[in-house]
């Protein structure tokens, strides 16, 4: 009981002691940057919807504003983004045998939409985490009985969330 009790009187003396020493920021960034730039993305494509570029760059800003204390401003930002959309590929994946292949008519159970970003960031607080033409890329697989207008929305969203949260750990959370 009276160890107890000198445990406890140990841990309050010592627990502002640990805080002081202690700092974690809860907004996922690792930057003392109070704005960030994010630069219309060119789509470059040639199977991609012509909007896939303007509908990248403001899911992006929103993305950065959500997980992020940070101020997206039109110019002079601490931090700077800019990139191009480089790949809209549609692949077929998982071969399936030839008597299979007779039954559907198509030599593929899956179909695969891959989507690749080229980003440009600069830091300039740190220019040390600056970095050019660095690729995200992340795809999805949908059945090949499926037609890709019937599923491309979700598919999109599923994938361009997979690449903002890739470019927000290089960037703002220097992974």
């Known amino acids: 009981m009276k160890s107890n009790r000198i445990i406890a009187l140990a841990l309050l003396i010592a627990l502002p002691l640990i805080q002081s020493c202690i700092s974690y920021s809860f907004t996922g960034t690792s930057t003392a940057a109070k704005s960030i730039q994010v630069e219309d993305f060119f789509n470059n494509t040639d199977l991609g919807p012509a909007n896939l570029g303007q509908t990248f760059t403001n899911r992006l800003k929103e993305y950065l504003q959500q997980n992020s204390s940070l101020r997206v401003v039109k110019e002079n930002g601490e931090l700077q983004i800019e990139g191009t959309l480089t790949q ?73 969330d ?8 290089a960037t703002l959370a220097n992974w």
Not at 104 to 115: F, M, N, S, V
Not at 122 to 129: F, R, S
Not at 149 to 155: F, G
């Open 88 to 160: 809209y590929a549609v692949s077929p994946v998982a071969p399936v045998s030839g008597a299979a292949t007779n039954r559907l008519g198509d030599p593929a159970a899956l179909t695969r939409l891959t989507i690749s970003v080229r980003v440009n960031y600069v830091d300039t607080l740190e220019p040390k985490n600056n970095f050019k033409d660095r690729t995200f890329s992340f795809y999805k697989d949908f059945p090949s009985t499926q037609e890709l207008s019937s599923v491309q929305e979700n598919l999109e969203r599923t994938i361009l």
């Open 162 to 169: 997979q690449i903002y949260i890739d470019i927000f750990n």
